[in-house]
């Protein structure tokens, strides 16, 4: 829902409050769940105001382990931005850059998906 650039090499649980932040900046709603791996662990760095669950634990209910699952297939999107859209190295110069540089890699997968969902599908032609 949205990218920023991580400066200095961060801890990635002081990320999860800046993220939820943005995704309600982005789409208006407020998150009351975030899915995250086990590099966000950490209860003094989570929001208070949305449900953390963190991938690995166990004694979840089957619907929030179901999610967790999914947000598997979120990797390989990362992947592929990383390596197809120009994400495995930055050519723009400091902070401004590394931040234009990820949301054009971002403009890119999406205008990608998108050229492919407009020749799946075309629009259909008047007849004349």
């Given at each position: 829902m949205g990218i920023d650039a991580a400066h200095d090499?961060?801890?990635d649980g002081g990320d999860v409050?800046?993220?939820?932040?943005?995704?309600?900046?982005?789409?208006?709603p407020h998150s009351e769940e975030a899915f995250v791996d086990k590099g966000?662990?950490?209860q003094r760095y989570h929001p208070k105001a949305a449900?953390?669950?963190?991938?690995?634990?166990?004694n979840l209910p089957p619907q929030l382990n179901k999610l967790l699952k999914r947000?598997?297939?979120?990797?390989p999107m990362i992947g592929h931005t990383k390596h197809d859209h120009r994400m495995?190295?930055?050519?723009?110069?400091?902070?401004?850059?590394?931040?234009?540089?990820?949301?054009l890699s971002t403009c890119a997968w999406n205008l990608k998906n998108l050229w492919r969902y407009y020749v799946d599908y075309p629009l259909p032609?008047?007849?004349?």
């Amino acid at each position: 829902m949205g990218i920023d650039a991580a400066h200095d090499n961060p801890y990635d649980g002081g990320d999860v409050k800046s993220a939820l932040a943005q995704v309600k900046r982005l789409t208006g709603p407020h998150s009351e769940e975030a899915f995250v791996d086990k590099g966000f662990r950490g209860q003094r760095y989570h929001p208070k105001a949305a449900a953390v669950y963190i991938a690995g634990r166990r004694n979840l209910p089957p619907q929030l382990n179901k999610l967790l699952k999914r947000r598997a297939a979120i990797e390989p999107m990362i992947g592929h931005t990383k390596h197809d859209h120009r994400m495995d190295r930055n050519y723009l110069l400091g902070k401004i850059g590394d931040r234009i540089n990820a949301m054009l890699s971002t403009c890119a997968w999406n205008l990608k998906n998108l050229w492919r969902y407009y020749v799946d599908y075309p629009l259909p032609v008047p007849a004349t």
